[in-house]
Each structure stands twice: as structure tokens, then as C-alpha cells.
């Protein structure tokens, strides 16, 4: 079984229609972690030993999140700039996270067609993604295709509901392994895991 640890960040959760919906799926799955950045550290006052030792203990690390001006709230920045330390996360002597998976689960409000080269925002939600995916390079992770619920203003319940169900199928199966998670980081979405033919 792979070891999943979810960091959530969301600043504003009272107010959330996606993932307060997600979270309820999410939270209780048997064997995968939920770490919640904005209610441990309601002042960005993080323990890093605490946040490194999570990250320690599990193989898929998923950072979930609304994408907020092309990016994350700014927790996920803070969490990154201390608990990623030279020495533990990279450099010579940082190996602490090699081998391990690392990606995003994020909604964002444009559509999948405005985060295209023709589209409004003129770039693939994985272009904005680079930091992340550079980050895990640089951290000897390997960057896994990211979990996008696009066009979230225009869903209603039942979609972001049904968006909710397919997550908690992505994770019970990276969860329980049984997949070659190799094609992962090729994956446009990682909702297509789905589709992939499961290992016997
Ligand atoms: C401060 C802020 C910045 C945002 N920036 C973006 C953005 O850059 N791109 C985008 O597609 N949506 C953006 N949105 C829309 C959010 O991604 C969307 O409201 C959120 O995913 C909905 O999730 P929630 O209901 O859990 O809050 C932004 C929203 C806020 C409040």
C-alpha cells in the first residue's frame, strides 16, 4: 500500500463551495493522511519538524488547493520556503524526499479551453505549475500529473459532488498500489488514472 498525504490549504474554507465538498470525501479515506496547513497554522507559523516528519512517512504527496492568481494560497508558499530545507529536501546532502511522488489536487474558476495556448490565459494550467513540478525535480520527487477540476463557478452541486467521487477512486487507488505509477507524471489530468488498466 502507498502512503498518501494530503496538505490542504484553502484561507477561506467557510466560504468554499468545491472543496468543502471534496473534504468531505477526502477527509475520511482509510489510510490517507488529511493535513490541514490553514488550521494548524492560522498565523503561517509552521513546525517544520512536524511537516517534515509527514512528509517522511508517506510515498504521494498531493499539495490541494483553489488555484489563486495562477497559483496557490499563500500558505502553500510559506510551507515550501521552510519546510523544503537545503540539506534535507535537496542540495548534496538532501535526500529525505527521493523517490516519492509529489502533485497538485486544484480547482480552477476558467475552463479547460481557457487554459490553452488559444485560450484566455494563453498557457496549460501545467505551464503555471512549473514551480511545483521543478520544485519536486529538484527534490528528487518525480511531479505526477495534478488533479483539476476546471470551470468550477459554472458547476453545480451535483458536479463538484461527482468531481468529489472521482477523486476519492484516484486516491483509494494510489492508495492500495495498483498501478504502475511510472505513466503518472504523463497523465494530462490525473483523473485519467481511471482509465489506465489496473496490475494484477
Ligand atoms: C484570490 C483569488 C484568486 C483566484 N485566482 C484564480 C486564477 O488565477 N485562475 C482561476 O482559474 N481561478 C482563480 N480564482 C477562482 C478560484 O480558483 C475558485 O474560486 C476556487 O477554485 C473555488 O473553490 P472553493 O469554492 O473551494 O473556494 C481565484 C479566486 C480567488 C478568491
Same mark, same amino acid.
Given at each position: 500500500m502507498a502512503r498518501v498525504l494530503i496538505n490542504f490549504a484553502h484561507p477561506a474554507l467557510e466560504k468554499s463551495r468545491v472543496h468543502s465538498q471534496l473534504l468531505r470525501v477526502v477527509k475520511h479515506i482509510p489510510g490517507v493522511t488529511f493535513n490541514d496547513l490553514y488550521e494548524q497554522y492560522p498565523d503561517l507559523d509552521i513546525n517544520v519538524a512536524r511537516e517534515q516528519q509527514l512528509l517522511e512517512q508517506h510515498d504521494i504527496i498531493f499539495m490541494q488547493h483553489p488555484f489563486y492568481w495562477y497559483s496557490a494560497p499563500a500558505i502553500v508558499k510559506q510551507w515550501m520556503d521552510l519546510v523544503l530545507e537545503h540539506g534535507w529536501a535537496y542540495?548534496?546532502?538532501?535526500? #529525505?524526499?527521493?523517490?516519492k511522488y509529489f502533485s497538485n489536487i486544484i480547482s480552477a474558476g476558467g475552463s479547460e479551453h481557457s487554459?490553452?495556448?488559444?485560450?484566455?490565459?494563453?498557457?496549460?494550467i501545467h505551464d503555471f505549475l512549473l514551480p511545483f513540478i521543478q520544485t519536486a525535480k529538484l527534490c528528487n520527487m518525480q511531479y505526477a500529473a495534478p488533479f483539476v477540476l476546471y470551470g468550477v463557478h459554472r458547476q453545480d452541486l451535483s458536479d463538484i459532488q461527482e468531481d468529489a467521487a472521482q477523486l476519492k477512486q484516484v486516491l483509494e487507488r494510489l492508495r492500495d @498500489?495498483?498501478? @504502475?505509477?511510472?505513466?503518472l507524471p504523463g497523465l #494530462?489530468?490525473?483523473?485519467?488514472?481511471?482509465q489506465l488498466p489496473a496490475q494484477t
Open positions: 542540495g548534496h546532502k538532501g535526500k #529525505a524526499l527521493t523517490g487554459y490553452s495556448l488559444e485560450g484566455h490565459h494563453g498557457h496549460t @498500489d495498483k498501478f @504502475d505509477l511510472t505513466p #494530462a489530468n490525473l483523473n485519467q488514472l481511471l
